[in-house]
């Protein structure tokens, strides 16, 4: 199973809540409080994506975070290499994976891997934060869940 850890998932909320609430700086028990994140999780992460240069934070009176940059042009692949390092299917997928992998000069798969986890970096990439901020259209046609009963069935999410 390929996942995220729940750190980059809290990262990504946050950012979205960042996003979608623009209008002023934002600070630590604020976000917590609108994204239903634990505050000392949401501190840590504003800390990270703020050295990161995906937020930029404000200090004083009025001061808090925002974002660095427009929403549209932060892309989920950004926030998920902010917190979880380049995305990376395999060692061999890793940007630094030369003389990782004993085998990597028999691997018969190596360069599918690396078209794999090309197309999984160009689909995070076409992915930005006003995107995530937005609603879902209704309608909207999610993939099929693989386990689970009638899974070859597409769900509508509302």
């Known amino acids: ?63 808090g975070y925002g974002l660095a940059r427009p929403p549209g042009e932060i892309s989920v692949a950004e926030i998920i290499g902010a917190l979880e390092g380049p995305v990376a299917l395999t060692v061999c997928t890793a940007a630094a994976a030369s003389d990782v992998c004993a085998h990597e000069s028999l691997c018969p798969v190596q360069g599918h891997w690396q078209k794999i986890n090309r197309a999984i970096r160009h689909a995070l990439d076409s992915v930005t934060l006003a995107e995530m901020a937005a609603p879902l ?9 693989p386990v689970a009963p009638g899974a070859g069935e597409a769900k509508a999410l509302n």
């Open 1 to 63: 199973m390929i996942r995220i850890s729940r750190l980059t998932d809290y990262g990504i909320v946050l950012m979205t809540y960042v996003a979608a609430h623009p209008d002023a700086p934002h600070n630590a028990s604020e976000v917590a409080s609108g994204a239903r994140l634990p505050l000392p999780t949401v501190s840590k992460l504003l800390r990270i994506l703020a050295a990161k240069g995906l937020l930029a934070s404000r200090r004083g009176a009025k001061g």
């Open 137 to 145: 259209t209704p309608g909207f046609m999610a993939l099929p869940d």
